[in-house]
C-alpha cells in the first residue's frame, strides 16, 4: 500500500512539473485558443463532477458526494476564470475608436 502512494505521488509531481514546463513556453499568440480548449475541457469535467456527486438512496451524503461538489466547484472557477482571461485578452485586441 505504502510503494503504491508513493508512486501515485511520483506521478503527481512528474505531472505537475511537466505541465509547468509546458505551460511556461506557450506564447502569448497562442493563449486564448489554448483557453478556450481548456474551458471546453472544464465544462466536461463539471458534467462529470456533477455526475459523480449525484446523492444516491444508499449513501445520501458520503465521499464521493463531497469530492463531486468539491471538483464541481473547481472547475466551474477555471471556467470563469478562463472566460475572464480570454475576454481580456480579447479586449486588447480591438480597435479603439
Known sequence: MNAFILLEIYVFVLACFAGFQL???VPPTLHTPLMSGSNAISG?????AMYVAKVS????????????????ALAMINVVGG???TERMMRMFKKKD
Open 44 to 48: 466536461i469535467t463539471i458534467l462529470g
Open 83 to 85: 472566460f475572464a482571461v
Open 23 to 25: 505551460i511556461s513556453k
Open 57 to 72: 438512496a444508499e449513501a445520501p451524503f458520503g465521499a464521493s458526494t463531497i469530492f463531486g461538489m468539491l471538483a464541481c
